[in-house]
């Protein structure tokens, strides 16, 4: 049968500005969250995770900050390079030690 | 850097046959994993897998599929009689424990006619 596909939210960012994308999380219980990069044709590539006793994690041009208050994640990329373009997810791991919900995903197109 | 590896990358089946994904997690890894991802949708657990048992399955994990670690590489998908409904990727990830960062491959993309 036909598939109905989601329409993503797309985010378009120049080259050089920052991204920032936004992720609202349902489980309370989840107390381990990650971002992942997925590219087209590719599997999701881990960027960044966090865990709930934490609320800001940074890496390599990437920062997470959690509000567990509000249940918000957000991803923040710094100085967006055409090589960022991809589908962005946001995943946290409920009520659970290895299964991982997955968000719809934000598309980022970075323009020249 | 280590990788988890799929093959096939596609692999097209006719309805009714049964159909074995494979996988090699990134070998110190102990927890394995896979998912799917129906064009256009979300990532969607299906099994995790650690010391040769199922720790948890999803509500689309049913009789027609299993898992095995037939040796110390290969983590395997079966779907017993595939369903239309079944069109889709499939991922395998792997971990080194649980909770913490899960490393997927770049899946096989699996059609039934």
């Known amino acids: 049968g036909e598939s109905v596909g989601l329409h993503l939210p797309t985010l378009s960012v120049q080259e050089g500005d920052n991204s920032i994308i936004n992720c609202a999380y349902s489980?309370?219980?989840?107390?381990?969250f990650i971002w992942y990069k997925q590219e087209s044709g590719k599997g999701p590539q881990f960027i960044i995770d966090i865990r709930s006793n934490m609320d800001k994690r940074q890496g390599q041009r990437v920062t997470v900050l959690l509000n567990k208050t509000v249940k918000h994640l957000s991803l923040q990329i710094a100085a967006t390079q055409p090589g960022d373009s991809a589908v962005y997810f946001c995943a946290e791991n409920g009520n659970s030690w290895g299964k991982l919900q997955f968000g719809a995903g934000t598309q980022v197109v970075v323009t020249p | 850097e280590p990788e988890v590896t799929q093959t096939p990358s596609h692999q097209v089946t006719q309805m009714g046959q049964e159909v074995i994904l494979r996988c090699v997690p990134i070998?110190?890894?102990?927890?394995f994993y896979w998912y799917r991802q129906i064009l256009g949708q979300k990532v969607e657990f299906l099994v995790s897998f650690y010391n040769n048992e199922i720790s948890e399955k999803s509500e689309i994990f049913d009789d027609q599929f299993s898992v095995e670690r037939p040796d110390g590489s290969n983590f395997t998908l079966k779907i017993r009689s595939t369903k239309l409904e079944d069109s889709a990727m499939y991922f395998c990830a792997s971990s080194e424990v649980g909770n913490q960062p899960q490393h997927f491959g770049d899946g096989t993309r699996l059609s039934i006619l």
């Open positions: 070998s110190n890894h102990l927890y």
């Open positions: 489980n309370s219980a989840s107390d381990y």
